[in-house]
C-alpha cells in the first residue's frame, strides 16, 4: 500500500474547523482513504490527534514514530486513547527531529500543509526532492487572521462581576479526545 505523510509545522494553538490549514488536513486524509492508502505520521505533535481522529473516520490505517520526548511514548498509550485506530506499524524513536525525518523520509507522497519556511519541515521536505511531494494543498503563505474573543480575566473581575449568562469551565487541554468523547470531538466534518 502506498504511505502518504503531511508536512506541517506547528499551526498557531488556537484552532477551529473553519481555519484553513485544519480544513485542508482533513480533505488531505479523506482523499487518503479514498485511495486505499496508509497514513504515515507521528504521535504527540501539535494536531496530531486530528490527524488520527481523521483517519478513524475514513478507515485509514496509520504506522505512527513516536518520539522519546513525547508523553505519547508507546503503543499502548495511543491505542488508549483511540481504541477504534488502525495501527500497522509503531516506531519509537529518540528526538522529534527524528520522528519528523522518520515520517518524511519513508513515506511514497508527502502532501505539503503548512511549512514555515527554513523550518525543520521545510528543511526536511527539500532533501527530499520535489517529486515526492504535493502541494496543490500547501497553504505555508496563509496569514492567520483567527480571532479570540475577549473573555475577562479573573484578575480584573471576581466571578460575582461575571454576567450570569456564562458558563466557565477552567480546564488543562487535552492530548487526545476525553474518556468517553467522540473521536469527532474537533467539531469540524472530517
Given amino acids: 500500500m502506498t504511505t502518504y505523510a503531511i508536512a506541517c509545522s506547528h499551526l498557531p494553538h488556537s484552532i477551529s474547523g473553519a481555519d484553513l490549514p485544519i480544513g485542508k488536513m482533513a480533505t488531505i486524509i479523506r482523499s487518503i482513504g479514498e485511495l486505499g492508502g496508509v497514513l504515515f505520521t507521528s504521535a504527540g505533535e ?3 490527534n486530528l490527524q488520527l481522529c481523521a483517519a478513524i473516520i475514513h478507515g485509514v490505517p496509520v504506522n505512527l514514530v ?17 481504541p477504534h485506530l488502525k ?25 505539503s500543509l ?19 511531494i504535493d502541494y496543490s494543498n500547501d497553504c505555508s503563505s496563509f ?22 449568562a456564562y458558563l466557565w469551565h477552567w480546564t488543562r487541554s487535552p492530548f487526545a479526545r476525553w474518556p468517553d468523547e467522540q473521536e469527532e470531538f474537533y467539531g469540524i466534518e472530517l
Fill in 46 to 48: 501539535l494536531h496530531w
Fill in 66 to 82: 513516536c518520539s522519546r520526548e513525547s508523553s505519547f511514548c508507546s503503543e499502548e498509550s495511543v491505542r488508549d486513547a483511540f
Fill in 114 to 132: 503548512w511549512c514555515r519556511s527554513g523550518g525543520n519541515i521545510a528543511t526536511l521536505l527539500e532533501k527530499k526532492g520535489s517529486k515526492a
Fill in 87 to 111: 495501527i500497522l506499524s509503531f516506531e519509537l524513536v529518540n528526538s522529534n527531529n527524528d520522528r519528523d525525518s522518520v515520517v518524511l523520509n519513508r513515506a511514497d507522497l508527502i502532501y
Fill in 143 to 164: 496569514r492567520w487572521k483567527g480571532f479570540q474573543k475577549q473573555l475577562f480575566s479573573v484578575n480584573e473581575k471576581s466571578i460575582e462581576e461575571i454576567p450570569e
